[in-house]
């Protein structure tokens, strides 16, 4: 006999699990993972519908108790499957439960109150109601008589006009329904996430030679082996026009498409565009719409009143029965990989729906990740490089300057000499200049203002992170050692950590350019539903000639009357606690520096940083990705970081340090004895880069290995034997693979 688990309800905290049932004879062979059956459930046995989410031959209870599945619905594939299976693997391949990856995969868990727009009609005959009217009058029913009245007039009125304009109040309307005099039609009205009234329609872009030969190109992958593509192209080539020319050919084909965008709010540019050329057949989603409008948007996908969905991470799980292409703008952005359990990442899980759904896949980016590139090179990705500006503009110009001259020539502004002189020449010429800080807030490495050097890990080659208390730790390996004071290389006393904040630096400025309008563009000013948009538009407007901000400033927007680009520290990215700083670095400066030049006139960036010789900052400078990429292989190659090997981190977080600090040694000794090879890396436990967040200790193990699925199997027997060990139960353990 077999048996199916299936969940039949995750809006409830109540049944958050699966239920297991016994699978008639007859359905043995027909029944898959994602089917939609019929089960009776609760003690009245009532009947309702549940999602099977696995198959196994084993039962979990006594057979005699369980109950039997009644039937499988004749529309069992519908997409709510398609993301079941999706979820399934998500589970298997990031390690969750099976509950967390549906909450995933369906963003929307509980049933929001439909919008409705009531209309009122007229049931009586003129005759009719003229003596229902006399009568009305006769009795002072002022308020049914003046909707009687009105009602006469125009044969039916819209239910918020009538209660406001003529006072029918819903008893009044009540009365009139049951006494059969008028009839209420309602009509479900979907929330509209986008003003719609600034959206202006636009006309097919021509395409360039070089746009068209991508286009082309990737049509012919499809019609062949339909590899995920990518397009490598500079900033300002034109990605965007050959993904709608791609998304218009999926619509002509009767399918739909998904456009994946880092943050939404952050690119309200490239969003109003793909509304001028596609209108009504698309939506949005992003993390500041309310609940109610999220609900729509996943209706109108699932009802088949959209046929393209734009927006986050949570885009990707949109219920659309026929998807046909979905688009990773910015495939590099570290926003597509989730901080929660399932720690998945939304690239690898598009790649793997499309491949179940007989979908397609095209990535873009100026600055690919390294996976993604490394994929390309063994051929398992296919490659469009886009080496042009739209129009044949011209690349920005770019200087780097080095902070450590500034210092010893005795200029201690954040702003450089050089920096200063250009902005006042592009302040003259009444054209717009964007500076940006690398990095909100503070870093948490130590550096020397007089030669740069960064005070680092001796064992894993990342910068040690600076704690209260005057230690340096490692968050790889744990490795601590005492602040320093003096600089280990040159001996100099200007050494610590660079704590200059959006804030101090719009201050600064106004202070230095009293006549210039300045707008400053970071968490603090975008806290509002609208934040980013106004300020991105009103910057659009020439309403200011500066724009200062963090990382959000420098994400795919497109200003022609910018013509200066300062990065005020380069360094702020460039030594953190992560392996992937330099790649980082290499995709924000590159990015920042891509803002320029992207109208009529010339462009011009500025990098200032205390290290001007570093590979990252020198190949931003020549926006030379192939150099980056093959001197940043080495160094992963070297040190077993990824994509040269797959590792794993196994994150812990308890109330208690003490029991926290015993659980990763028991979890470490479990992994050196269910895998004992030598080819599996294992490094620490130590601390978290944040070792405490609201009274939880957080610590972690990394491990590094040629193949993914040695990972996954160790994953696994971590799960089980956390299950059959109670002392877990009591902390939170999580795996992320990266």
């Known amino acids: 006999m077999k048996y199916a688990s299936i969940v039949v309800d995750i809006t409830s905290e109540k049944l958050d699990r699966a239920f297991q049932y016994r699978i008639p004879s007859q359905w043995e062979q027909e029944l898959e993972v994602g089917m939609v059956v019929t089960v009776p459930f609760g003690k009245g046995d009532r009947e309702i519908n549940g999602y099977v989410v696995e198959l196994t031959d084993t039962p979990q209870f006594d057979v005699e108790k369980l109950k039997c599945i009644r039937s499988i619905k004749s529309d069992a594939k519908t997409t709510e499957s398609s993301l079941i299976v999706l979820a399934k693997w998500m589970r298997e391949h990031y390690g969750s439960t099976m509950i967390q990856a549906l909450k995933t995969v369906f963003p929307v868990k509980a049933k929001v109150q439909q919008c409705q727009r009531r209309t009122l009609v007229l049931q009586l005959s003129a005759e009719e109601a003229k003596l229902q009217l006399k009568e009305l009058e006769r009795k002072n029913y002022r308020a049914r008589a003046r909707l009687l009245s009105a009602l006469m007039e125009h044969g039916s009125l819209d239910g918020v006009r009538a209660a406001k304009e003529l006072g029918a109040v819903s008893s009044v309307v009540k009365s009139m329904e049951e006494a059969g005099w008028i009839r209420v039609e309602c009509e479900n009205v979907y929330r509209d996430p986008v003003r719609s009234e600034k959206i202006q329609k636009l006309p097919p872009a021509k395409l360039t030679g070089e746009q068209r030969k991508v286009l082309d190109g990737i049509i012919q992958e499809w019609e062949g082996k339909s590899r995920p593509c990518l397009i490598h192209g500079v900033t300002g080539s034109g990605k965007t026009e050959v993904y709608m020319e791609l998304i218009d050919r999926t619509l002509k084909q009767g399918k739909q498409a998904i456009i994946l965008i880092p943050e939404i709010a952050l690119t309200y540019q490239t969003v109003m565009r793909f509304y001028g050329r596609f209108g009504e057949v698309m939506s949005v989603l992003h993390s500041r719409l309310s609940q109610g409008e999220r609900y729509d948007q996943f209706c109108r996908a699932k009802e088949g009143k959209i046929q393209i969905m734009v927006g986050p991470r949570s885009a990707l799980f949109t219920p659309f029965p026929k998807l046909g292409l979905i688009v990773i703008d910015e495939e590099h952005e570290n926003t597509y990989k989730s901080e929660i359990t399932p720690r998945y990442h939304a690239r ?295 994509p040269a090997e797959h590792m794993m981190a196994v994150l812990g977080s308890c109330q208690e340090e003490e029991r926290l600090n015993q659980a990763m040694e028991y979890l470490k000794r479990f992994i050196q004895r269910v895998y004992t090879k030598k080819d599996l890396r294992v490094i620490g436990p130590a601390p978290q880069s944040v070792g405490r967040v609201k009274d939880q200790y957080k610590k972690v193990i990394y491990l590094k290995h040629a193949r993914e699925d040695v990972l996954i199997y160790v994953r696994d027997k971590l799960e089980q034997y956390m299950e059959i060990n109670s002392g877990f139960h009591s902390m939170t353990i999580q795996f992320d693979i990266q």
Not at 514 to 522: A, F, G, I, K, Q
Request: charged content about 25%; hydrophobic content about 35%; overall charge neutral.
């Open 348 to 642: 690898e899980a598009a790649i793997w729906r499309a491949w179940k759904e007989q979908a397609h896949v095209v990535m873009g980016s100026a600055t690919p990740s390294l996976e993604v590139y490394e994929r390309c090179m063994r051929e398992e990705y296919a490659l469009f490089e886009m080496n042009n500006r739209y129009g044949e503009r011209p690349l920005p110009g770019v200087s780097i300057i080095d902070l450590r001259r500034e210092l010893r020539e005795g200029n201690r502004s954040i702003l450089s000499r050089e920096l200063q002189k250009a902005m006042e020449v592009r302040l003259e010429k009444k054209e717009q200049v964007i500076l940006f800080l690398n990095r909100r807030g503070y870093a948490g490495f130590l550096s020397c203002r007089s030669c740069g050097q960064v005070i680092q890990c001796p064992h894993c080659d990342v910068s040690l992170c600076a704690h209260k208390g005057g230690k340096l730790v490692c968050h790889y390996c744990g490795y601590e050692t005492e602040a320093v004071k003096k600089c280990p290389s040159c001996g100099s006393p200007y050494i610590g950590a660079f704590r200059a904040g959006t804030q101090q630096i719009q201050e600064i400025v106004q202070k230095q350019y009293p006549n210039s309008r300045v707008l400053r563009m970071d968490y603090d000013t975008t806290k509002g539903k609208e934040g980013h948009g106004e300020i991105l538009e009103a910057f659009s407007r020439r309403e200011a000639d500066i724009l200062i901000g963090t990382q959000m400033i420098v994400k795919g927007h497109d200003f022609p009357n910018v013509t200066l680009v300062g990065v005020l520290a380069a360094d702020l990215s460039l030594h953190g606690d992560d392996y992937r700083c330099a790649e980082r670095t290499f995709q924000l400066l590159t990015q920042a520096v891509g803002r320029a030049g992207r109208g009529e006139k010339p462009g011009e960036a500025l990098i200032q940083t205390y290290q001007p010789e570093h590979y990252s900052i020198q190949a931003a400078a020549r926006q030379d990705y192939r150099r980056f990429y093959e001197e940043e292989m080495g160094y992963r190659t070297l040190l077993g970081y990824p």
